[in-house]
DNA sequence: GGTCAGAGACCAACCGGTCTGTCTTATGGG
DNA sequence: CCCATAAGACAGACCGGTTGGTCTCTGACC
């Protein structure tokens, strides 16, 4: 693991506890054991440092959360296994984001005083909200879904719900909460279909 | 207005935008126009004033939120009357919290730096948890939830939900978004009773 | 004249960022 | 093979600015 690697694989977990603001670039170094030319000869500024890393999150968010959807043919299924996922694979991952979900935590920090930061964070947001939309869409194309429902309001009740379990599980830590939250979404799930 | 309650007014608007670690007591007396001399008079420190805007925040919160509760006799109409009060008369309101839900924002900050302080924020959320729990047990006891529901799941559903919708709404603002959220909750709640 | 709210100079600690210097490694000509 | 040289990686002193907090002083009111 190069330098660069380590100070940014220590910025995510920073970053996840304290927020972008509140890591200083001391806390980092001190951390990674290096020193401000360690740093500066890889990024050019904390900003910089911050997209590396949310890049880098972004990342290992598709790897942990995506894992395993393609084997399966229900779009549906595809969401459960997602919210599964998120309990077993993401939000479980303290050693990579010990301070509970990165994007929440840095979408609720930056939205009003580093908008141009923060913009990138939502634009996942936006593609994760796109992504549910169209599996549930699909699902209702195959006539799986009881009649009436409103995919777009269903899309936005599970991202509701995901983002509403990841700020519970950042305050409590509790595991036992978050397995009762994903149960609760999941339990949605099997309410709306046939 | 005395200058207290000004400074009590103005912390409570840039603690729900900025936070409270990336708000500065300079930030405060400017907007204000106050000094160091006239804030000190009345705080003892920077987390004596938090208290303090956290105590003022909690009353507004019961006094947005519960209104109106109390005239209506189904519990299932209370939680929807405190879901349409969040969207109209808590969340909308830009005067005391421009940034959104202030309790959200600042569970998400303090979590992991200052854990002292966020136990006040959430020992608030478990007593609003155990609100929504409480009505929905009194609605099943009075036979008006289908068979086989498990009121924990569905309070922490909408719980989940109400903190979703509310970092949704902090980071973009958007009143339709808002109101498909509330929307989305409350049509969930007419699937589970009958 | 005594009291006290408020003003603002001041302090040490810390912030992100720059800059110089050192040490290691790669390169290339004889 | 040897050594001059260049380049990159990293250390850490240093910079101006900001932080929360203290302290002294002023001036209005009783």
Not at 18 to 34: Q, R, W, Y
Not at 43 to 53: H, R, T
Not at 78 to 97: G, P, Q, S, V
């Amino acid at each position: 693991m190069t330098l660069k690697e380590k100070i940014i694989h220590e910025s995510l977990r920073q970053f996840s506890t304290k927020g972008f603001m509140s890591t200083s670039i001391n806390d980092i170094l001190e951390a990674v054991g290096t020193s401000k030319g360690g740093l500066y000869n890889h990024f050019k500024s904390k900003e910089d440092l911050f997209l590396a890393a949310l890049s880098e999150a972004r990342q290992i968010w598709r790897q942990r959360n995506l894992a395993g959807l393609n084997q399966l043919e229900r779009p549906l299924e595809k969401i459960k296994k997602l919210l599964t996922n998120y309990r077993d694979h993401y939000l479980a991952d303290l050693e990579n984001f010990p301070g509970g979900c990165i994007f929440v935590n840095l979408a609720v920090e930056l939205n009003d005083q580093q908008p141009h930061l923060a913009r990138e964070v939502n634009e996942g947001f936006e593609r994760f909200r796109g992504m549910i939309k169209r599996l549930m869409d699909q699902e209702k194309a195959a006539g799986r879904l009881k009649d009436g429902i409103d995919t777009g309001l269903v899309a936005e009740m599970i991202f509701s719900g995901i983002v509403g379990t990841c700020v519970t599980y950042t305050s409590d830590k509790s595991r036992k909460r978050l397995d009762h939250n994903i149960e609760a979404i999941i339990d949605y799930l099997s309410m709306i279909s046939t």
